[in-house]
Nanobody, 126 residues
Framework: QVQLVESGGGLVQPGGSLRLSCAAS????????MGWFRQAPGKEHDLVAA????????FYADSVKGRFTISRDNAKNTVYLQMNSLKPEDTAVYYC???????????????????WGQGTQVTVSS
């Protein structure tokens, strides 16, 4: 069992930055592929970024490429999402998710992820 706890959300003005963190329990964090998703009101969970267990492979949705950076520190059991140049359309609840992957690769399918955090609200508004 893996427990995920997100932090770092809040209210920020357009053009501003936030860094989200997701702390994971367990001793085998490096075996888990991780993803950051977001859900705006009335919409589905959308994959924002994903990272492989080693951190060597990453994926970004087109809407955030060049603005967001996903990273992980396996010694601290933590994955991060650095968000720069934030736009009002980035407003959503952000979730981190984990899947025990036997291959060191990014996982893109929402339904494949086994563990989810409780979410953290990000609001971009002036």
């Amino acid at each position: 069992q893996v427990q995920l706890v997100e932090s770092g959300g809040g209210l920020v003005q357009p053009g501003g930055s936030l860094r989200l963190s997701c702390a994971a329990s367990g001793r085998t964090f490096r075996r888990f592929s991780m993803g950051w998703f977001r859900q705006a009101p009335g919409k589905e969970h959308d994959l924002v970024a994903a990272i492989s267990g080693s951190g060597g492979s990453t994926f970004y949705a087109d809407s955030v490429k060049g603005r967001f950076t996903i990273s992980r520190d396996n010694a601290k059991n933590t994955v991060y999402l650095q968000m720069n140049s934030l736009k009002p359309e980035d407003t959503a609840v952000y979730y981190c998710a984990a899947v025990n992957s036997h291959i060191d690769t990014v996982v893109l399918s929402t339904r494949t992820y086994d563990y989810w955090g409780q979410g953290t609200q990000v609001t971009v508004s002036s």
